[in-house]
């Protein structure tokens, strides 16, 4: 049987006395197109940042792909690809280096050059990240998350910073990646994109995930008709109290 | 043999450096720098006074150098996020660090080469030809002597959470007081350990005195290259080392062989010992740092 593409149990983060992550229970199947939605500050970065080693749990256990997150760590990436959110890329290097750099570090065959063609930045290839603007920056990552075929694509906000065409150009990689077969795991505050690629979603509000499930089972669950939208959903189990940090931030 | 699974960190950080300015700048500047006969030198020394340039190239700017080159290495890649992506390769941390300092040292160790053979070619020409061995080996030595360098401010930039640290922690503490001020501070500790006062210009001939000053890398690294050099069993500059052995001339630099005439000198006081001070600091810090770094939150 394969192990859960992500599996989390009791998975916590304490900063001092704040709570950034109240023991978290989530599996995501593989093969999955997966949701992380709430609104900023509900714990969603805090739980790719753990899934991703960049910080250690206080408490609590997690598996990534069947491997332990933290001491792990090598096959775990080997098999992940990662679009993080807030980064900088490293401005004198083209973009064909910052794909050598993951390229060749998981020891892949991919084309530097069929990848950026596939999140459209192929003509910018030899140039500076320095140059680039927010949205080329966020396909280039991308772009870098794709190297190797993983078997999880982990993406954080992959909307931010994207004009429409970039929003459609995700989802197009999002579907092409699932059809391959990768499980797809990514996280957003902003909910209008998420109907159209979830397979499943969860929501995590201050920390706790206060649902999760398909979509369908969603609405029913909060009673609502057929053509609510997750941010009906959202609202509904939140009592509109997220609203404002939802779509604001 | 497949390469280390750090190589492409590693060259990027060496690339990264290599298309900067301020690394070439520095190539010329240790030219200046270093570029420094005199007629003393050149009377003890011949040809080899060359030699000597670039010990002088390897002290004081090329050390100011290296840090300035490497001292945000990590601390940068962490505030601006782009630590991300290497945290999401498949690497382990420790990998991530022995990668900074491979590829930024072979980075700082470009400019500095270039800078050595400019010198050797200029004191070729104006002095004649001097022992390649020599010369290879003070080159040598300052290339370890830069790794150390590197290494430290590897160490500094991975376990501070922000720059300004790192910085006071570097310049302030590494530069001004291991490697600038060493001479007063070493002989203050010794005075405090010992309660001997020392007369600069008259030092008791107490190996502690002289281990102490000895373990200020740059110390250290002076040690080292004026054994190659043939010079005298001392941490200070080839030329003040002739001043005191050569011209008889009192000045404040420690001189082993000056102070402990005719008397047995310590073996520890062996100038090879230096090679082992120079270890201590490119692996000692960098450890601990790793150390932390590896368990740390880094986002």
Known sequence: MTPPAIETDGLSKQYGETVALDALNMTVAQGEVYGFLGPNGAGKSTTINLLMNYIKPTSGTARVL????????????????????????????????????????????????????????????????????????????LAMSLVGEPDLLILDEPFTGLDPHGVALVRDVVEAESERGSTVFFSSHVLGQV????????????????V????????????????ATVEDIFMTLTDGSAHAGAVDA | MALPRWFPVARKEAVALLKSKGTWILAPLLVVWGYGPTYESWDVLGPNVTVGFVQVAGSILLPLGVLLLTYRSIIQERTSGSLKFLLGLPLTRTDILIGKVFGRSVGAVLPFALATVILGVIGGVKFGLFSPLRFIGVFLVTVLYIVVLVSVATAASAVTTSTVRVT??????????????WKRIGVSIYSAVTGNAVNPFEPPADGLLFAILRFSPGRAY?????????????????????????????????????????????VYLHESLGLVVLLFWGVVPLALAGYRFKRGDLA
């Open chain 2, 168 to 181: 006071g922690a570097l310049f302030g503490g590494f530069f001004l007081i291991l490697t600038l001020g």
């Open chain 1, 212 to 227: 999760e499930g398909t979509l369908p089972a969603l609405r029913d669950t909060c009673d609502l008709s057929s053509d």
């Open chain 1, 195 to 210: 109907d159209l690629v979830c397979d499943r979603v969860g929501i995590l509000y201050e920390g706790d995930l206060i």
């Open chain 2, 222 to 266: 002076r040690t080292v290259t004026n054994w190659i050099l043939g010079t005298g069993n001392s941490g200070g500059l080839y030329t003040s080392v002739i001043d005191v052995l050569y011209r008889g001339i009192s000045t404040n630099e420690y001189v082993v062989d000056a102070t402990f005439s005719g008397q047995l000198v310590p």
């Open chain 1, 66 to 141: 069947g491997h332990d997150p933290w001491n792990d760590v090598v096959a775990c990436h080997q098999r992940v690809g990662i679009c993080p959110d807030r980064f900088e890329t490293y401005e004198s290097l083209s973009a064909r280096r910052h794909l050598e750099l993951v390229i060749d570090t998981k020891r892949a065959d991919d084309d530097p050059r069929a990848l950026l063609e596939r999140v459209g930045l192929a003509d910018a290839i030899e140039r500076p990240a320095g140059e680039f603007s927010q949205g080329m920056e966020q396909r280039l990552a």
